[in-house]
Nanobody
Framework: QVQLQESGPGLVKPSQTLSLTCTVSGGSITTSTYAWSWIRQPPGKGLEWMGVIAYDGSIYYNPSLRSRVSISRDTSKNQLSLQLRFVIPEDTAVYYC??????????????????WGQGTQVTVSS
């Protein structure tokens, strides 16, 4: 059973950098053909895909966030990381990591996810 667990600070000040980690257990993040996305949900709004890192390390970002977001991984720890720079209050959301069967469907907007983390609340406020 694959499990994903997000972790990071619950409160970030405006203009700072938000850093989150997703620890994966029960499966390797380098196993073909899986892809690992970061997704967020602001209060009262729908899910927003932020970006994805595939099993081979290839990375794709949501164009609307590309200038502020970075995704990386530590294969030795089986972890994914998200950094969001210059945060604003509108970045307040529950942040999730999730696994998709392949990166192609994610990038095309048709991604279906089979495993999700429980999500972590991040509030941007001074």
């Amino acid at each position: 059973q694959v499990q994903l667990q997000e972790s990071g600070p619950g409160l970030v000040k405006p203009s700072q950098t938000l850093s989150l980690t997703c620890t994966v257990s029960g499966g390797s993040i380098t196993t073909s053909t899986y892809a690992w996305s970061w997704i967020r949900q602001p209060p009262g709004k729908g899910l927003e895909w932020m970006g994805v890192i595939a099993y081979d390390g290839s990375i794709y970002y949501n164009p609307s966030l590309r200038s502020r977001v970075s995704i990386s991984r530590d294969t030795s720890k089986n972890q994914l990381s998200l950094q969001l720079r210059f945060v604003i209050p509108e970045d307040t959301a529950v942040y999730y990591c999730a696994r998709a069967p392949d990166v192609g469907t994610v990038v095309s907007g048709q991604g279906e996810y089979d495993y999700w983390g429980q999500g972590t609340q991040v509030t941007v406020s001074s």
